[in-house]
């Protein structure tokens, strides 16, 4: 007597071995038109892509990328039909390795040189304006980051003026007799005062002149931005001609730039300082009490001074990085902008991953197989039946049962009519 053994997988049809065969034949019938036609378009795209490097392509750049797309449609075919009879061989896991590692390397060599083709036909303009978007964005931020820094010296101005300010009003009280000594006119206190109102005007008439430059020279940088961005939308010029366009204005705004930050603010600040640091000459014949308030005088610009050395000491550890030219080619373009276009850069990588997806499939397919037969071996019996399976085996077990009922019926029937001997000579 027989046992007949069914696995059954919770929640998931169970299939048979013929089931298994039947999809891997599918598999394979459709599996290769998939592949050629995948080598077919990845190869188009790739001479696409190839033409697109040559920003005014002619008969010879025509005629290579015929060749190179031909090329590339020989190497995946290479590929993807090597890889394609490797479950005949099932191999074991010491050549697996090995034809792992070749097929990857050689994979690397061919995805490299496919997908940037492919990426260059599918979103080649697209990532270039956007590496030049992203440049005048670099410049312009650099542009920003330098005018910042220059317009730290605003507040220095500020605070200038203010003690210029300070001081002069300190100089017409002492004029008018309400200052400090309580005698009016012009003596020894006032015109310490003006000496001191003169220090700090002209440290901020140096600032101010610093700041003037800055304004000047952010003024044409912003104009110059202005221009690369008219010169991308204008349809007129070819993209050799935008590129060099873009190029020169971009190295004009790097050296308006590195002008900026040639003002060397913090030297700036630190000049200034010197100057109020010099205070006020001395002032022979004064009194006690006049010279007591000329040191004060100079005591408050020595304080002054220092504060505004702080400040320089403090810009000079914050100056802006400086601006540097630069060409990206088509490939590093495309690579920076990857994640920036996923769906474009997705498409191109899958018209090469693809092949190798169904390959992958196949392979799996042929090792599940593989281990099911082994498995079946060790039982002794199919581990598993589909419906039509049970469907069969019901039916013949029907079958027999009504072929058993039909036989012991005639038996009934010959038992129920017994046959008559004739007589052996009818005529006697």
């Keep these: 007597m027989y046992c007949i053994g069914v696995r059954v997988m919770s929640a998931r049809p169970i299939f048979s071995r013929d089931a298994d065969l039947e999809t891997i034949r599918h598999l394979d019938r459709t599996g290769l038109i998939l592949l050629s036609a995948m080598a077919i378009v990845t190869a188009i795209l790739s001479g ?43 191999l074991g896991g010491s050549l697996l390795a090995a ?4 097929a990857v390397i050689g994979f690397l060599a061919f995805g490299t040189v496919s997908y940037f083709g492919n990426q260059r036909a599918i979103a080649g303009d697209i990532s270039q304006s956007l590496s030049q978007e992203a440049r005048i964005d670099e410049l312009e931020n650099a542009a920003s980051a330098a005018v910042a820094y220059a317009d730290s010296l605003r507040a220095i101005e ?37 000496a001191a109102t003169n220090r700090y005007r002209e440290a901020t008439r140096l600032v101010s002149g610093k700041l003037a430059d800055s304004e000047r020279i952010a003024s044409s ?82 304080s002054f001074a220092r504060s505004l050395e702080g400040q320089a000491d403090s810009l000079a550890g914050s100056v802006p990085d400086s601006s540097r030219a630069y060409t990206l080619s088509q490939e590093e373009h495309l690579i920076n902008n990857f994640l920036r276009m996923p769906g474009l850069s997705m498409a191109a990588l ?26 079946a071996h060790a039982y002794q019996y199919d581990a598993y039946l589909t419906r039509a399976d049970l469907n069969r085996v019901a039916a013949m077990a029907h079958h027999v049962s009504e072929t058993h009922r039909m036989l012991e019926t005639m038996r009934e029937v010959s038992t129920a009519f017994p046959q008559i001997d004739k007589p052996k000579n009818e005529d006697q």
Excluded at 99 to 102: A, E, P, T
Excluded at 163 to 170: C, K, M, N, P, V
Excluded at 350 to 374: H, K, N, P, Q, S
Aim: proline share 4%; aromatic share 10%.
């Design 48 to 90: 696409v892509g190839f033409v697109n490097q040559f920003p005014n392509a002619g008969l010879f750049e025509f005629s290579m990328a015929v060749l190179f797309g031909f090329s590339v449609w020989l190497i995946a075919k290479m590929f993807w039909m090597g890889a394609w009879i490797l479950p005949q061989f099932m």
């Design 99 to 102: 034809y792992i590692v070749v």
């Design 158 to 194: 500020a605070e200038l003026s203010a003690q210029a300010g300070q001081s002069q009003a300190a100089a017409n009280a002492e004029l008018s007799g309400t200052g400090p000594t309580g005698v009016g006119g012009s003596g020894p206190v006032h015109r310490s005062l003006l």
């Design 221 to 302: 940088v912003t104009e110059l931005l202005r221009d690369m961005r008219a010169a991308r939308e204008d349809t007129s010029l070819g993209p050799s001609e935008l590129s060099s366009e873009l190029k020169a204005l971009s190295g004009q705004i790097i050296v308006a730039v590195n002008q900026i930050r040639s003002l060397d603010v913090a030297g700036t600040a630190r000049s200034a300082a010197q100057i109020i640091a010099q205070g006020v000459p001395n002032q022979s014949g004064a009194p006690a009490f006049s010279q007591a308030r000329i040191s004060e005088i100079r005591s408050e610009m020595a």
């Design 350 to 375: 899958f018209f090469d991953f693809c092949g190798w997806v169904v390959i992958g499939f196949r392979f799996v397919a042929y090792r599940a197989l593989r281990r099911r037969d082994e498995e």
